[in-house]
């Protein structure tokens, strides 16, 4: 993600990593470096039968683990994976609908007694529409898009419409995938690479998200950890590391953008970044003629109104 917190990639039962790939250990120590807390990483429900008050303390429980452990390094956060599209062809019919009505039941009570302990949820592409009210009372949604290359997004708005019309667009950030696993090698069977494999595609993925859903306020990265025995393209470290700088340039940096106000008089400079920018040199030609301008101060979160005739003026978006 882009902002101050990070889920640590570890899991209630016993994580891999250590085995294969780049350490958890490692990863948590690069984050740190970089003034990231960690977040908590639990699975959706701790059994197919438990009871919503049994599911809801298991929640409670991890979000107090979360907050001892590490000596406070941790904070109570926690980052729940992941409420599947139970219900659709392939998860389960009318018992798999079931039992993502319970998960999402357990969210809401969770939530409900405990409002000030922050849950993140993962789901499974676009969430069901049933689990909406769930979705609306977490703090925040995690969509999984687990993609390849542009012929699975294309110019589509990555369910940003759906979301929006569901009450929950607003603290949506989602969750996409990279894949350091050699081309032509297979995982279990299945051929690899099956996510984003290198940089360029890193990046394509960032720019038409940024371009659909100007919004949303960071990004999430799911890695495959896969090393040894199956061979890798790339090192983890190494695409680990361009995630994290293209996420800070199209995230924290200033991140400009140019619409038209609503009557078409004016051109709005748009600072959808984190930080605030200066001196931006601006040229408008219109008719035949040339205005320019600098502008002193662009904030994170306003833009600028440029008019040929009024000049410019600032705006809180």
């Avoid at 529409?129 to 997004?153: I, N, T």
């Avoid at 949506?172 to 690899?192: C, H």
């Avoid at 200066?278 to 205005?291: A, F, I, K, L, P």
């Amino acid at each position: 993600m882009s902002a101050r917190y990070m889920t640590n990639l570890t899991w209630d039962s016993s994580s891999t990593m250590e085995q294969e790939g780049w350490s958890a250990v490692k990863e948590r120590r690069y984050w740190r470096r970089r003034g990231v807390k960690l977040i908590r990483q639990v699975s959706v429900s701790p059994g197919e039968n438990t009871s919503l008050e049994d599911r809801v303390s298991y929640f409670e429980l991890r979000a107090g683990q979360s907050t001892e452990q590490m000596g406070g390094k941790y904070h109570p956060r926690q980052f729940v994976d992941e409420l599947g599209n139970w219900g659709d062809p392939g998860w389960g019919g009318a018992e798999g609908a079931e039992r993502g009505q319970r998960c999402a039941d357990s969210f809401i009570a969770f939530k409900e007694r405990n409002p000030e302990a922050w849950m993140g949820i993962a789901t499974s592409g676009l969430p069901r529409k049933q689990y909406s009210e769930a979705l609306r009372k977490v703090d925040c949604v995690l969509p999984e898009r687990c993609l390849l290359d542009k012929s699975q997004y294309g110019d589509g708005d990555w369910g940003f419409s759906e979301m929006t019309e569901r009450g929950y667009a607003d603290h949506v950030i989602m969750f996409l995938a990279i894949d350091a696993r050699k081309n032509g090698s297979e995982t279990k069977g299945r051929p690899a690479p099956r996510w984003a494999p290198d940089a360029a595609e890193i990046e394509n993925q960032i720019r038409s998200l940024r371009t659909a859903w100007p919004s949303m306020k960071g990004i999430a990265y799911y890695m495959t950890y896969a090393g040894p025995p199956y061979p890798l393209e790339h090192p983890e470290e190494d695409m680990i590391l361009v995630a994290d700088n293209l996420v800070y340039q199209y995230y924290v940096m200033p991140v400009l953008t140019l619409t038209y106000s609503p009557d078409r008089k004016s051109i709005h400079i748009n600072n959808i970044g984190a930080m605030d920018t200066r001196n931006v040199e601006v040229v408008v030609r219109r008719d035949g003629s040339t205005q320019e301008t600098v502008v002193p101060l662009i904030t994170a979160g306003q833009f600028v109104a440029i008019s040929s005739a009024a000049g410019f003026e600032r705006r809180p978006r």
